[in-house]
């Protein structure tokens, strides 16, 4: 019956608009009509077969235009008439058509190819139409651009393997932008560079030349190039002006990221894409300033800059992000070289030694010029780079101390405050050390004096670790302000000992600079504590504070017990009296590293929830906070197999803990878990060791729901610790001597100790925003529980809970939006609470991450929703039976608008005694991409009575 009407409708459409009596309007109206003709598949081709027809004959131009777009919109749908339709249009952008049709026509092959590029094919004659448009005398801008939109949706058509057959074409852009160059502030020119920086990136290079000028390979250095140029002419007026446009930044922008897109395909370019930035330096730098560079023995740093050299400052420092972002890509390339690092001296000095920079920006190109992880990334073996480090110039250097000056003197608190904040970011922990030393004194309030005291303890901290790798050893922190140079040369961390560190195992040097490192970073969290009185303000520092406190007390256990093995153990291991008290301490010392192992294990799950649980967190700081985590995990690893004594190899019998194969595999799985997407090679050694140490062979599932770690050059040294940690691993098993795999075992442990001591850690960006966590609060009400009576149950019986989860602290911006809500609810006999704790929900200061099972929980939490996402299990609750009964509940909730999820939920504790308890709970959002992200609990559970009736 439908269809029956559409066709009747078709054919009064039809005779609508060959009808003669019939006014404008309404023939337009029925134009645009026959666009919904589309009931059907045999509707739509009825439709536009119909409309074909119209179209050949004699139709008034409004008519003809609202055609073009019907049909295009019928073709669209119609699979078999794509092509046709293309080759429809394109007979409408011919110079006899009028300006207003060929416009129309433009938009329509716009809206084809964005409806679905794939389906059309390589179409020549197109390609040729739209460029015999461009090229055409006296063609408006407008319309110029909107022939570049089309080709360029035409280009991301095109297979890369057949991109070849119209590369001649395309090379014509090179002229287009060329020729738009005297409209800089145009549109034009940066569409004609973004679409010839795609051909570049989905080109195969090719030896051959096209018409003996361009080839592939050659190509992308052009587009460099016009990108340097068509940058120089955008800033021009505003340099001369003084002004800030929002437009001409956000160009300057788009054309940055096309340059960073062509380095990330052509690595090889990299040098060459730094002599065009230095180029737009020089040329920011000369035009701009009335002083030319001067000499680099002084400090030209303006350290009170004027308001109109603030859109210069504001180019400058988007250019220190490109080179950021360009360095990353370079070393995941692996493409650093000396070339590149001296292009990027080069650059740097450029902009210090100019006058017109701020002192903020002045430290950003500073310590990106001494950078260490770059310069990790060199090949040191290479005679001409080891050169080059080792003469690195020290005329671009200052005293640290005459900086710090100028910074605490000549600038605002806040201008200094930004400084040792990004030097701390940077790891240049004696900078910030001195600065929040210094800041310290100025403040006048309370609550900024506390956090400026705790980042100084924090920064002191991490310094005392820095200057282990330094080759004066030994000298404090406050005594090397006086000598160093900020900031530290790169090759000053080179530290041509840690080959030998193992001779040093027994040496206290180590273990003494740890503890203090231990002491002060106590500090810092308890000067924070303080500050807060119970509040949840501060969360994500002080969360961080203590897991890193607690990393550095388990490293300082396991420095003093790998000293007592050492002396104790080492030397006695072949003689008969295995029950020497020698022997027994050391056996003891083993014991405790187990234990430091486990520990570490468990602090590297805490650093995993703790990077799930911040929803908002930019990605930088989240893969510090997983290398972090890595760095337990791998120091868990390698302490584990320090105590792997086998006393017959070949039969895996272990002396020591009894739990030590099992403690290895534990270790080898956390290990396997972090690394499964990012090292493929480090994982397959890891799975060798699996197989043996591991008979029964656990699965490990994929996590695909936690975010794939991106390692960058400032992680990478932290796998490069478990690429060492694990080869040696690996090669422990040939020793053929229990007395000598003992003594490589122990090596293994201290070396890998030792090594993660020179990792440059920062801290994480995000350490400077205060904000509130993302977080839930629970509610939970019986039919017992109103106007403030606590929660009850009689003995023998089940508890039946109304549950709400609310979401907190939710911003608008939030980039991960709640699907779904899951939460855990967990009771056991031992949680029993006084009777004054029995009635309330919440707590104002709750600090959910020093509970000690949030970790455990958020693990249930996470293989719950895994397999409840999988359809293997329905919610509900799961009971243990024990020697101490555990009670568990899962729940999922959809969130309304509000961010409230409601439940019901039945707890079975009919076997509990009489007596309160205390529900632990922990809770999570599942976002529309799948993704997992922890919500840390913001209240405490419920407390629940089990009573008796009275009388």
């Known amino acids: 019956m439908s269809d029956d009407f559409a066709s009747i409708a078709l054919e009064m459409l039809f005779n609508i608009m060959n009808s003669s009596s019939a006014s404008l309007l309404v023939k337009l109206t029925a134009a645009r009509v026959l666009a919904k003709c589309k009931s059907s598949y045999s509707i739509a081709h009825k439709a536009y077969k119909m409309g074909m027809e119209l179209v050949f004959n004699s139709l008034d131009e409004d008519v003809l235009v609202a055609m073009l777009f019907s049909l295009s919109k019928l073709a669209s749908i119609l699979m078999l008439f794509n092509s046709n339709q293309v080759d429809f249009l394109l007979s409408f952008l011919n110079q006899e058509r009028t300006a207003h049709v060929r416009e129309t026509g433009i938009k329509c092959l716009h809206f084809l190819f964005e409806k679905d590029p794939c389906l059309h094919p390589v179409n020549s004659g197109l390609i040729h139409g739209l460029f015999s448009i461009m090229e055409e005398p006296g063609i408006s801008m407008a319309m110029q651009y909107k022939a570049l939109k089309v080709l360029h949706k035409v ?41 010839l920086a795609d051909l570049c990136c989905r080109t195969v290079d090719r030896t051959n030349n096209v018409n003996g000028v361009f080839c592939c390979s050659s190509l992308p250095s052009r587009v460099i190039s016009l990108i340097k140029d068509h940058i120089k002419l955008l800033v021009m007026p505003l340099l001369k002006a003084r002004q800030n446009d929002l437009t001409i930044c956000q160009d300057l922008q788009g054309l940055l990221k096309i340059l960073l897109i062509i380095v990330e395909t052509h690595p090889y370019l990299g040098s060459l894409a730094l002599d065009n930035i230095k180029s737009v330096v020089e040329y920011l730098v000369t035009v701009a300033s009335t002083d030319h560079a001067v000499p680099s023995a002084h400090l030209a740093v303006d350290f009170k800059v004027e308001k109109n050299n603030f859109f210069i400052l504001k180019l ?95 600038t605002d608190g806040w201008t200094a405050y930004k400084v040792g904040a990004h030097a701390a970011c940077q790891g240049e922990w004696l900078l910030a050390t001195t600065i929040f030393r210094t800041l310290i004194e100025k403040v006048k309030s309370d609550s900024c004096c506390s956090w400026l005291k705790s980042l100084f303890h924090y920064a002191h901290s991490e310094g005392k670790i820095q200057l282990l790798s330094l080759p004066k050893q030994g000298t404090t922190s406050m005594e090397l302000l006086e000598t160093v140079k900020f900031p530290l040369n790169p090759f000053d961390y080179m530290d041509k000992t840690c080959p030998n560190l193992a001779g040093h195992i027994n040496d206290s040097h180590y273990y003494d600079e740890l503890t203090q490192s231990h002491v002060a970073l106590c500090s810092s969290l308890k000067i924070l504590e303080a500050s807060v009185k119970g509040s949840q303000a501060f969360c994500f520092q002080r969360w961080f504070l203590s897991l890193r406190s607690r990393v550095l007390e388990n490293l300082v256990g396991l420095f003093n017990a790998l000293r007592e093995v050492s002396l104790n153990l080492d030397g006695n291991f072949n003689q008969v009296e295995f029950e020497s008290s020698d022997m027994l301490q050391g056996l003891k010392s083993c014991k405790v590293i187990s234990q430091i192992s486990f520990q570490l294990c468990r602090l590297a799950e805490e650093f995993d929830l703790f990077g799930r649980s911040v929803i908002g967190m930019d990605s930088e700081s989240s893969a510090f906070l997983a290398s972090h985590g890595l760095s337990c995990s791998v120091l868990a690893f390698a302490a584990a197999f320090g105590v792997s004594n086998i006393e017959q190899y070949s039969h895996g019998i272990f002396v020591g803990d009894k739990t030590s194969c099992n403690l290895q595999a534990l270790t080898i799985q956390h290990l396997m878990r972090q690394l499964w997407c990012v090292d493929h090679e480090i994982r397959a050694s890891l799975s060798l060791l699996l197989d043996y140490f591991d008979q029964n062979k656990n699965s490990l599932p994929l996590l695909h729901m936690y975010q794939t770690w991106n390692i960058g050059y400032k992680d990478r040294a932290v796998l490069d610790i478990c690429s060492y940690a694990v080869s040696c691993a690996v090669r422990l098993q040939n020793e053929r001597t229990a007395s000598q795999f003992t003594k490589n075992a122990l090596l293994l442990t201290f070396n890998t100790l030792i090594k993660w001591m020179h990792i440059h850690f920062r801290i994480p960006r995000f350490f400077f925003e205060i904000r509130q966590f993302v977080g839930s609060e629970l509610y939970v009400h019986n039919e017992d529980s109103t106007d403030g009576v606590a929660i009850s149950v009689l003995p023998g019986f089940h508890l039946t809970l109304n549950i709400c989860l609310q979401l907190k602290n939710v911003s608008l911006n939030l980039h991960a939006k709640a699907a779904k809500l899951y939460c855990i609810l967990h009771c056991s006999t031992t949680s029993l609470v006084s009777d004054g704790e029995t009635v309330g929900h919440s707590c104002s200061g709750y600090e959910a991450w020093k509970d000690d099972e949030i970790v455990e929980l958020n693990k249930k939490l996470f293989y719950l929703v895994l397999d409840n996402m999988a359809d293997k299990r329905t919610r509900g609750l799961r009971n243990r039976g024990n020697v101490n009964r555990v009670v568990e509940a899962f729940l999922d909730f959809e969130p309304n608008e509000k961010g409230q999820g409601f439940s ?48």
């Not at 393997?161 to 090379?171: A, N, R, T």
């Not at 450029?350 to 310590?367: A, F, G, R």
């Not at 290479?382 to 003469?391: A, G």
């Open 904 to 951: 019901l939920c039945t707890l079975d504790v009919s076997d509990f005694p009489v007596g309160s308890y205390r529900i632990k709970w922990h809770s999570c959002l599942v976002d529309s991409h799948d993704s997992y992200w922890s919500l840390l609990p913001l209240n405490l559970g419920p407390v629940f009575v089990i009573k008796t009736l009275v009388g």
């Open 155 to 195: 280009l991301l058509s095109i297979p890369p393997s057949l991109l070849h057959v119209e590369f001649c074409e395309f090379v014509k852009l090179l002229n287009v932008a060329e020729n738009t160059r005297q409209y800089p502030v145009s549109r034009n020119s940066c569409l004609a560079i973004r679409i």
């Open 316 to 410: 400058i420092r988007k250019i220190y992000r490109f080179l950021v972002a360009c360095l990353e890509n370079l070393y995941k390339a692996s493409a650093i070289n000396a070339e590149v690092l001296s292009r990027v001296k080069i650059l740097a000095d450029l902009v210090c030694q100019c006058s017109l920079i701020d002192c903020y920006t002045y430290t950003m190109y500073h310590l990106l010029l001494h950078n260490q992880p770059v310069w990790d990334g060199l090949d040191h073996e290479n005679d001409e780079t080891h050169d080059y480090l080792c003469i690195y110039p020290d005329s671009c250097l200052t005293k640290c101390t005459e900086f710090v000056k100028k910074v605490l003197t000549e």
